[in-house]
């Protein structure tokens, strides 16, 4: 048997219940919502996933690929 501590809800837009420990991209991307689709649980999730605390080489490579979208 499997347990899951991590916070969930129930997203209409996706229609499944989706894992709040995430960041809204990650949750995005994982259930392919498409770009400019409102999310209906926008300000739930985490703010930083916690995979970067796992693995924080993540979170400097993440940072990198946002300076360099911008530009």
């Not at 809204?24 to 999310?39: I, K, T």
Request: glycine share 4%; charged share 30%; proline share 7%.
């Amino acid at each position: 048997m499997c347990t899951l501590d991590a916070p969930i809800a129930r997203c209409e837009a996706a229609r499944t219940m989706v894992v709040l420990d995430e960041t809204q991209m990650e949750c995005a991307a994982e259930h392919e919502c498409p770009p400019g689709r409102e999310c209906p649980l926008q300000g739930c999730f985490a703010k930083v996933s916690g995979l970067y605390e796992a693995h924080p080489e993540l979170d400097a490579r993440m940072r990198r690929t946002s300076r360099e979208a911008a530009h």
